[in-house]
C-alpha cells in the first residue's frame, strides 16, 4: 500500500483490531497470546513425535491431551541404581576418612577412572566376544559425566583445595580420580538422569548397564580402592 494518510489509519486500525479483540460476553479485552504458548505448543508436539519423557517428571492432565499425558505417565518413574553392599560400605568409610579424619585419596590414582572403564570393557568383550556399539557409548558417557560432575557435585568441601592443585588446564578428571569418586557418581546419577529425557527402553537398559559395571566395582573393589586414605587435609571453610 503507498504511504497516504488514508491507508496508515487503515493499518493503524488493523494493528489495534489484530492486538485486542473484544469479548462480547464479558466486554473485557482479551491480549493476543504471548510468544511462549506458542513455544509450548511446539514442545508438546515435540513430546507427541518423539515420545521422549522428562525422567520423575510429574504433569497435569488436560482435557485435549488425555492420551499423550496416559502414554507419559506409563513410562515415568525415578531412575533405580542398587548399589552393591560391599559398595556401600566403601562409601561410609570414603565419607568418615574424609570428613571425620581429615584424610584424602592420594592422587593421581592408580587405576584411574579411564583405566577402569577401559579394563571393564575388555571385560566385557571378552564375556560376550563383542561389544555392542551402544555399551561404548554408555562408557564413554560415564567418563563424560564424571569429568563435568566431579568439581560440581562429587567432590567434599575439604577436598577442593586438592582439586585445584592436581587438576590442571586441559587435564580431564577421569585422569587422575579413581574408583572411590567414580563410585561416588552412581551416588547421584538418578539425580542428574531425572532432567534427561528418555525412552523407557532406554532407561531399562542404563539401570542393567549400570548395575553390571557395579557388580564388576565390586568384584575388582581390593584392587580399584585404597584399603587407607593418607595425608591431612583441612577444611576450605
Known sequence: ?????????????????????????SGRSNQTKPKIYNDIKV??????????VVVGAKGKKRKNDSSTEKEIASVEKVVDIQIPSTLKKLLVDDWEFINEQDKFVKLPRSPNVDEILKEYLEYRSKKDDMMADSDKEILNGLRCYFDRALPIILLYSKERKQYCESVKKDVSPSCIYGAEHLLRLFVKLPELLRYVHIEEEVLTCLQEKFHDFLKFLEKKHSSFFVSSYAGSIKSED
Do not use: F, H, R
Not at 500500500?1 to 479483540?21: F, W
Not at 514442545?43 to 521422549?52: A, G, I, L, M, P
Open 1 to 25: 500500500m503507498k504511504t497516504t494518510e488514508e491507508n496508515i489509519q487503515k493499518q493503524k486500525a488493523l494493528d489495534k483490531k489484530q492486538g485486542v479483540d473484544k469479548n462480547p460476553k
Open 43 to 52: 514442545e508438546k508436539e515435540d513430546v507427541k513425535n518423539n515420545v521422549t
